[in-house]
């Protein structure tokens, strides 16, 4: 890379709120007091990089870790709707492992088709597609990235834009991204001039697990 403007992006998963406590998708839920220990120690973790700024999904986990983190920067947190997480339709509240039993068939699809085909299938009604997803948070990404030149940027998000993105990059298959396959907190770190992105750094991602 030789292009100057760069914009580098540590894109973080929010600490563990109260609905991954319960194992349960969707629900906009705040962070559990262990979620509140993690934002800590990831916030004491980055204090020594130079943020521009900090950016987070707008549900209220991941504005949370943001605030955490922005605090000890002295900077606001910026909100982007194309940040938050995945739309789970119908899925949204339904407990995880039952919700594999109710639509098992979407389920065993995915292990089958080409991620091409898989990409622009949804689960259930009104859940969005790994398509639809990437469309709009790497667009805002690679906004963000035009809007900060040569800066380092935060952006507090959540794993279903995580694990996808590394599948969209090809950086990973999306049957061996399942689940909770980041750790919370765990983080992906991204340069982009707003065209091109480079993955240089990817930590707390976790052993493949079933949805």
């Not at 030789?2 to 705040?30: F, K, M, W």
């Not at 950016?55 to 983190?69: G, H, M, N, Q």
């Not at 750094?201 to 493949?208: D, F």
């Amino acid at each position: 890379m030789t292009n100057d403007n760069y914009c580098t992006i540590y894109i973080v998963r929010h600490g563990e709120s109260e609905a991954n406590a319960a194992n349960v998708y969707g629900l906009d839920t705040n962070l559990t007091q262990k979620g509140k220990a993690q934002a800590k120690k990831i916030a004491e973790q980055f204090k020594n990089i130079h943020f521009e700024a900090v950016f987070s999904s707008p549900l209220v986990r991941a504005k949370e870790t943001a605030a955490v983190i922005a605090k000890e920067h002295q900077l606001e947190v910026l909100t982007k709707e194309a940040l938050r997480e995945r739309s789970e339709g119908i899925l949204d509240g339904k407990e995880s492992k039952k919700t594999q039993e109710e639509f098992k068939k979407m389920f065993q699809l995915r292990e089958v088709l080409a991620y091409n085909e898989w990409k622009t299938k949804s689960i259930a009604e009104g859940y969005e597609t790994d398509e639809n997803l990437m469309s709009r948070f790497i667009t805002t990404t690679r906004e963000i990235a035009v809007a900060y030149p040569r800066k380092i940027i935060l952006i507090a998000s959540h794993v279903g834009i995580m694990k996808t993105l590394l599948v969209h990059l090809g950086l990973k298959g999306h049957k061996d991204v399942r689940g909770q396959a980041f750790k919370n907190t765990g983080y992906i770190k991204l340069k982009t001039d707003g065209v091109d992105i480079f993955v240089e750094e990817v930590n707390g991602l976790q052993k493949n697990n079933s949805k």
